[in-house]
């Protein structure tokens, strides 16, 4: 089946620096990828949707300036979140339909990001 | 917009318990509907789907049947195990051609622990 894999898993920066985030999708290309933000025991939330070649789409209330992403190919999304706050600490999600597996979204296993 | 609501948790059950959550939505045209596992540290996992109304998604026991007329997908079980405790999240994409087309609307989640 439709494999995403997100990497790291975990990780935890200081406050001030950037952290990059990568999304791939493994054996399928994605067009279109999904970032999401969950808080704890908070359900998801829709980030921006990324857009291989183009510029991703926000959501609103979403910083464009603080989470950058970047889709440079059909099997690469990357979430950078920069200069990043504790109040950045999350879990980011992302996730890719597989058009050829019939309307399913992949989800990657997820980053836990902390911020000290 | 679209909006996605799921019974309170946590729910509680005994090995071999039948199991209900409730999710009922808001939506304009035809969304499709999903349901999905966390399992505690890890990403989400696709459960079953729906794409049209009285559409029955089925996957490792769990059942869901997409209800037009009461706007619900309420996840069911007949028998639950230890190993089915996790966190549950109705969730519903928007119909092709509008503007929520692809992006994923989740439910705050149920919290579901089974003891022996």
């Known amino acids: 089946g439709a494999v995403v894999s997100q990497h790291p898993s975990r990780v935890i920066c200081k406050s001030g620096t950037s952290v990059k985030i990568e999304c791939r999708s493994l054996?399928?290309?994605?067009?279109?990828m999904f970032w999401y933000r969950q808080f704890p025991k908070q359900s998801l939330m829709l980030m921006a949707t990324s857009n291989e070649g183009s510029k991703a789409t926000y959501e609103q209330g979403v910083e464009k300036d603080k989470f950058l992403i970047n889709h440079a190919s059909l099997t690469l999304s990357t979430l950078t979140v920069t200069s990043a706050h504790p109040e950045d600490s999350s879990f980011y999600i992302c996730s890719a339909n597989d058009a050829g597996a019939g309307y399913g979204y992949t989800f990657g296993s997820g980053t836990r990001l902390t911020v000290v | 917009g679209n909006s996605v609501t799921q019974m309170e948790g946590p729910v509680t059950l005994s090995e071999e318990a039948f199991l209900t959550i409730n999710c009922t939505y808001t939506a304009t045209g035809y969304p499709s509907l999903f349901w999905y596992v966390q399992y505690p540290g890890e990403g989400l996992q696709l459960l079953l789907k729906?794409?049209?109304?009285?559409d029955k998604g089925s996957n490792k026991g769990f059942e869901a049947t997409y209800r037009k007329e009461t706007t619900s997908f309420h996840l069911e079980k007949g028998s639950v195990q230890v190993s089915d405790s996790a966190v549950y999240f109705c969730?519903?994409?928007?119909?092709?051609?509008?503007?929520?087309?692809?992006?994923?609307?989740f439910g705050q989640g149920t919290i579901l622990t089974v003891h022996p």
């Open positions: 054996d399928f290309q994605a067009t279109t």
């Open positions: 969730a519903l994409s928007g119909s092709a051609g509008g503007t929520s087309y692809g992006k994923l609307t």
């Open positions: 729906a794409t049209k109304a009285d």
